[in-house]
């Protein structure tokens, strides 16, 4: 049976660790080509070698780097079928009046700029080579059902989900589908600044138990998701925040 992903060319940023490493592995094992574009180096080799993929260092904030990470996937495989915009960044759940213009500049760079850029350096790729393609980008439960002390945060994914169905019904004609997908609290490395303390089963379990099904995500449950909606199965699907979340948002 060929993959549900067979001969499509992924990028998947943030796939160093998480949430991302493991829509990579799901991609992989799915027949898609990977290039995982992450800042963080060593953990981005090490993933890329145990996934038997590819790495190249980028910080999704900068224009420079989205204009090389599609040359290079050009380069290296030929075409480009699928953008995740997983990278993420938070800073530790703390009360609204005492965050910082760095940490606000932190998450609307990390989270917001970056899905600007990809889609300002890549979709004239699509629509000069009239080519069909698919964004999703990974936002939170946080922009449907915000928990407090993460305001900016929560407002970032706010964002992130609000451009991406703009940007759906703006290039659904030239058959660029966007979707969101929006996870409930996993056991990743952000955890501990969501949760303000580290990341233990105890100091979690305030957050699990507001989830009808009574676990965190997984970087699976993200993988599947992400799978269906990059797979051609998911045709006729754009404009959704598709939540991963046990329940937490009904
Ligand atoms: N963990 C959760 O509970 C949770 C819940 C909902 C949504 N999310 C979202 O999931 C996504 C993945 O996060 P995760 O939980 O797997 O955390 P993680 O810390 O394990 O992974 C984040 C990755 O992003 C990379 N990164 C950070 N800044 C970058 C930059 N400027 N350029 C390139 N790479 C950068 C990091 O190096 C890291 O590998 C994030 O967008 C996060 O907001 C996480």
Redesign the pocket.
């Given at each position: 049976m060929p993959g549900r992903l067979a001969g499509k060319v992924a990028i998947v940023?943030?796939?160093?660790?998480?949430?991302?490493?493991?829509i990579a592995a799901k991609f992989v094992e799915e027949g898609a080509k990977v290039i995982i574009?992450?800042?963080?180096e060593d953990?981005?080799l090490k993933a890329a070698e145990d996934l038997k993929c590819t790495f190249f260092k980028?910080?999704?904030?900068?224009r420079d780097?989205w204009q090389s990470l599609l040359n290079e996937t050009l380069n290296k495989y030929g075409s480009l079928d699928i953008v995740i915009?997983?990278?993420?960044?938070?800073y530790a759940n703390k009360p609204t009046g005492s965050v910082t213009d760095k940490d606000f500049d932190l998450v609307w760079?990390?989270?917001v700029k970056?899905v600007y850029l990809s889609s300002n350096v890549i979709v004239p790729y699509f629509i000069d080579n009239n080519r069909p393609g698919v964004f999703i980008?990974?936002?939170?439960?946080?922009a449907l059902r915000p928990r407090p002390g993460l305001t900016w945060?929560n407002a970032s994914?706010g964002a992130v989900s609000i451009a991406t169905k703009t940007m759906a019904v703006e290039y659904g004609p030239n058959q660029i589908r966007f979707n969101s997908i929006?996870?409930?609290?996993?056991?990743?490395?952000?955890?501990h600044l969501?949760i303000g303390k580290p990341d233990t089963e105890d100091n979690r379990s305030s957050f699990v138990s507001t989830i009808p099904l009574g676990r965190?995500?997984t970087?699976a449950d993200?993988a599947n998701a992400c799978c269906y909606l990059a797979s051609d199965e998911a045709s006729f699907i754009t404009g959704v925040d598709l939540e991963v979340d046990g329940g937490r948002c009904v």
């Open positions: 940023t943030g796939a160093a660790s998480g949430f991302g490493k493991g574009a992450d800042l963080s953990a981005g980028a910080d999704v904030t900068s780097h915009n997983n990278a993420g960044a938070t760079n990390v989270n970056s980008q990974i936002s939170s439960t946080a945060y994914k929006c996870p409930v609290v996993g056991s990743t490395g952000m955890t969501f965190p995500s970087p993200v």
